[in-house]
């Protein structure tokens, strides 16, 4: 009987201290989990293309008209998006199989351009209103305003088919404006009927069928 007592005692002391054992033993740490903040890809913009000018936009200077200047290559004048290159004419309906350039559809009414064997602008005119200068002169001026917009204007001269001009000179780029009378009947109130701009060479103001 004793001995029996001694062997419960011992196991209760036994389970005691097994169970001291495990409340004093700190519970494992939570496992922390740490998180990488993911960074945006950054928004793509895309920047349309520019709007084009409207024929009424186009300023006229010596030399130029809008973006489009004399002695541009054919490769430089298209790009500044006026002007179709390499255009296909219908049998019959020009002195050229394929111009060289031609302006677009926008401003085809109101200009022409000229261009020589190697494709380069030689001369752009303006037929009818639209592109005018800075100072406002446009086809439809007078020859009085003209003077008034540009003091340094060359004196009237015979010019094209019983017409007369008169010329600005910026270095070597020229603007000239057609009159359609003639030089000694030439008045303050005659109106500008071509203006035409080249590099170089005086304009001839005159256009004929090629």
Same mark, same amino acid.
């Given at each position: ?10 196991l ?16 494992? +740490?939570?496992t922390? !989990? $740490?998180t990488? %903040? =993911?960074? *945006?890809? +950054?928004?793509t913009? !895309? $920047?349309?293309? %520019? =709007?084009? *000018?409207t024929?009424?936009q186009?300023?006229?200077a ?28 219908p049998?019959?309906e020009?002195?050229?199989a394929?111009?060289?350039?031609q ?8 200009l ?9 602008i030689t001369?752009i ?6 592109p ?12 009085a305003?003209?003077?008034?917009a ?10 094209g ?5 008169a010329y600005?000179a ?5 603007l000239?404006?057609?009159?359609n009378?003639?030089a000694?009947a ?11 701009v080249t ?5 001839g103001?005159m256009?004929?069928?090629?």
């Open positions: 009987m004793k001995r029996t007592l001694a062997i419960v005692v011992v209760l002391s036994l389970t005691a201290a097994c169970g001291d054992k495990n409340d004093d033993t700190p519970a494992d +740490p939570p922390a !989990t $740490t990488t %903040p =993911t960074t *945006p890809a +950054p928004a913009t !895309t $920047t349309p293309p %520019p =709007t084009p *000018p024929v009424d186009l300023v006229v010596p030399g130029q008209v809008g973006a489009a200047q004399a002695g541009m290559t054919q490769a430089q004048a298209v790009s500044t998006g006026l002007f179709e290159g390499d255009v296909p004419v049998d019959g020009g002195c050229q394929v111009i060289p350039l302006w677009k559809k926008a401003y085809f009414s109101s022409d351009v000229a261009t020589d064997e190697t494709k380069k001369s005119g303006v037929t009818k209103g639209g005018r200068t800075a100072e406002g002169i446009g086809v439809g001026s007078t020859l305003q003209v003077r008034a540009y003091p340094s204007l060359s004196a009237v001269k015979v010019a088919f019983d017409q007369s001009g600005l910026v270095g070597n780029r020229w000239g404006f057609l009159f009378e003639k000694v030439i008045k303050n109130s005659s109106k500008v009927s071509f203006m035409e590099l170089g060479d005086k304009p103001l256009r004929d069928g090629c």
